[in-house]
């Protein structure tokens, strides 16, 4: 079975670099946490990817695009497929002034961001620093163990799909919709209001929806802003009665006489 472009399928795979072993990225929780490489702020779960979309490195697309739901399948993406050749002329030599106070901390192997570019520094020496603006996988081969988990077939399954894609986790998963006379309207839940760039995000949403559903013209946000009840003054505490001093004992008649 061949998968038509822009079919919207969920995969799951671990990346691997060939000739060192390197892990370099997993999809499944329990295999990251074997290759040394589980972040638990991330949400590991099967990725969404539409055939012939660039939503993943070339090779891979063309790979699972041949494939069917539930193959597994073990690929390798020779560096033209993947993060392309190493380019020589992506080795500059900047001088470390450019760097002002962090110069004196730099070291070998560090990233560095040099005009909104992210390099990794190769050599310092003679007041100046080589850094490298090749991807760090460029020029090797990756090799990705790949499952096709599931295809995503129902206008319902797909907009659920396009929602988690901006909006991963608990958030993507409670988002109401409807969809009506070409108009799918979406809930936006209160713990999403202060999302970071939540109207790229929306934007998004709604370009992905229009593309990937013909019959949809229009995509409608609601968010909904209620009143918030004033909190209750606290209840003043009860007075209580002032505690009487306890009676001292009456002295023993003999020590009165005593002290007569």
Known sequence: ???EKGTLIYVNYTAKVKDTGEAIESTVADEAKKLNIYDPDRRYEP????????????GLDEEISKM?????????????????DRDPT???????????????????????DV?????????????????DFNHRLAGKTLVYDVEIVSQVDTEEQK????????????????????????????????DAFMAEGLQVIKRGISNDTVHFLPAVNAV????????????KPAEPAEKSEPVAEAAQ????????EQKA
């Open 1 to 3: 079975m061949t998968f």
């Open 47 to 58: 990725r969404l990817v539409s055939i012939g979309e660039d939503w993943v490195l070339k």
């Open 68 to 84: 069917s739901v539930g193959e597994r399948k073990t690929v390798e993406l020779p560096p033209e497929k993947a993060w392309g």
């Open 90 to 112: 992506q080795l500059r030599m900047i001088p470390l002034r450019k760097f002002g106070e962090k110069a004196d901390e730099m070291r070998t192997g560090d990233t560095v």
């Open 115 to 131: 005009d909104n570019r992210l390099g990794v520094v190769r050599f310092i020496g003679s007041g100046r620093a080589q850094v």
């Open 159 to 190: 907009i659920r799909a396009l929602i988690k894609r901006r909006f991963p986790g608990e958030v993507g998963e409670k988002m109401e919709f409807a969809q009506s006379d070409g108009t799918v309207t979406i809930k936006v839940p209160e």
């Open 220 to 231: 409608v946000f609601e968010e909904v802003y209620k009143r918030k009840e004033p909190a």
């Open 249 to 256: 004992p009456e002295a023993p008649k003999e020590e009165i």
